[in-house]
């Protein structure tokens, strides 16, 4: 029964354990990202589009910039559980089906789930994640200069490995407790 006893408590703190850790969000400072921009049209000419850094490091500083056909400039700035696209000069963007910048975490944090996108009035920015790549669509959309669109990241859904092992240490020792006290007793 001792044994028992001690299987449920270690399954209960690895359990609050990772409750707790639910306003924690991974941070994606320090990851290396990879930016890409897809039109993906057989039959239209997409304008070129490059980033001035890539692929980048997330830090304290605007990452890079997106250009466009070598007009239209818009900077790309992650930190911990969000991007912030700056507009830098007045852009249309066709309504293709999908018409946006991609991003791929080359080394570090996934970047969980989408939870909000905050962009002006009227133009609703589409961004999910999918297979860890993060697709932003400005399909059909137009800004002016200075316009911003936040998107933030919600990562409390990926226990933490030593999480993980707290959990299955528990659940182990619950096993074992559980199998120990069914053995007849001589």
Request: glycine letters at 8%.
């Amino acid at each position: 029964m001792k044994k028992l006893l001690i299987g449920v408590c270690a399954a209960y703190i690895a359990l609050f354990e990772y409750a707790g850790r639910a306003d924690a969000a991974t941070t994606l400072i320090g990851d290396v990202i990879f930016g890409d921009y897809d039109v993906p049209c057989d039959t239209c000419s997409a304008p070129d589009a490059e980033y001035s850094v890539n692929p980048f490091t997330v830090g304290p500083n605007i990452e890079t910039s997106v250009v466009i056909a070598f007009d239209f400039a818009t900077e790309v700035d992650f930190d911990a559980s969000s991007l912030v696209f700056i507009v830098l000069s007045d852009v249309s963007y066709t309504s293709h089906p999908f018409n946006g910048p991609e991003f791929f975490i080359l080394s570090g944090n996934p970047f969980g789930n989408v939870v909000s996108v905050s962009s002006p009035a009227g133009q609703p920015v589409a961004a999910h994640v999918s297979g860890g790549v993060l697709f932003v669509n400005w399909q059909g959309d137009s800004f002016l200069a200075n316009d911003t669109i936040t998107i933030t990241f919600d990562n409390n859904g990926v226990p933490e490995p030593s999480t993980w092992a707290m959990m299955l240490l528990g659940f182990a020792g619950l096993g074992f407790a559980f199998r120990q006290s069914r053995r007849p007793h001589h």
